[in-house]
């Protein structure tokens, strides 16, 4: 497509629900990566994919966040048993997979755990 | 490691007042660098960038210039308007990462 698309774009969930946030990358982009902004806070890296290279897991908050890019487009990052502290905006970007060329952000799934 | 620290906010102007948003990095090498800007309830959006020193990124009126001796991408606008107000992130890139800095939220009074 045209650009990253982020589904849902917005998310209500009870608290210790799992939560699947899906991202569609731009067609041919290599590199995906997973990014969390809190209210009112910058934005913190959760993951990274790269071609068929193992992911960048180092930004993971714990080890009920996952995520996975079935066929090097389209990735899932999945929440298990959300929490209240999960509640933030979760941006999907991708790339050439060279930081110089910069991102494309999607615009983002606004998740709430209630 | 890599690091982008930029001006704290919230900034606040009059329409068509002059604006600067300081900006410094720390990085081994030269990487690129960046302004993203994010407009109330919208995503982050690339504004301009630089690759390499003395370039000068702009867009919609907004400069920053690649400053290898200062470790610096500052970025300005000569007049604001009210609807510049939105929150700008700089960031630094190489390799196949790119670091943001935390973000300055800007609000443009008319």
């Known amino acids: 497509g045209a650009g990253v698309s982020q589904s849902p774009s917005n998310k209500v969930t009870e608290k210790g629900k799992d939560v699947e946030l899906r991202c569609d990358p731009i067609?041919?982009?290599?590199?995906l990566y997973w990014y969390r902004q809190s209210l009112g806070q910058g934005l913190e890296f959760l993951i990274y994919?790269?071609?068929?290279?193992?992911?960048?897991k180092s930004g993971l908050p714990s080890d009920r966040f996952s995520a996975e890019r079935t066929g090097g487009s389209v990735s899932t990052l999945t929440i298990q048993r959300t929490q209240q502290e999960d509640s933030a905006v979760y941006l999907c970007?991708?790339?050439f997979g060279q930081g110089g060329y910069g991102y494309t952000f999607g615009s983002g799934t606004r998740l709430t755990v209630v | 490691g890599d690091s982008v620290t930029q001006m704290e906010g919230p900034v606040t102007l009059s329409e068509e007042a002059f604006l600067t948003i300081n900006c410094t990095y720390t990085?081994?090498?030269?990487?690129?660098l960046f302004w993203y800007v994010q407009y109330p309830g919208e995503g982050l959006q690339l504004l301009l960038k630089?690759?390499?020193?003395?370039d000068k990124g702009s867009n919609k009126g907004f400069e920053a210039t690649y400053r290898k001796e200062t470790t610096s991408f500052h970025l300005e606008k000569g007049s604001v308007q009210v609807s510049d107000s939105a929150v700008y992130f700089c960031a630094s890139g190489r390799d196949d990462k790119i670091i943001f800095g935390k973000g300055t939220r800007l609000h443009i009074l008319p």
């Open positions: 630089a690759t390499k020193a003395d």
């Open positions: 067609s041919g982009h290599t590199a």
């Open positions: 990085a081994t090498g030269y990487p690129s």
């Open positions: 970007a991708s790339s």
């Open positions: 994919f790269q071609g068929n290279s193992a992911p960048d």
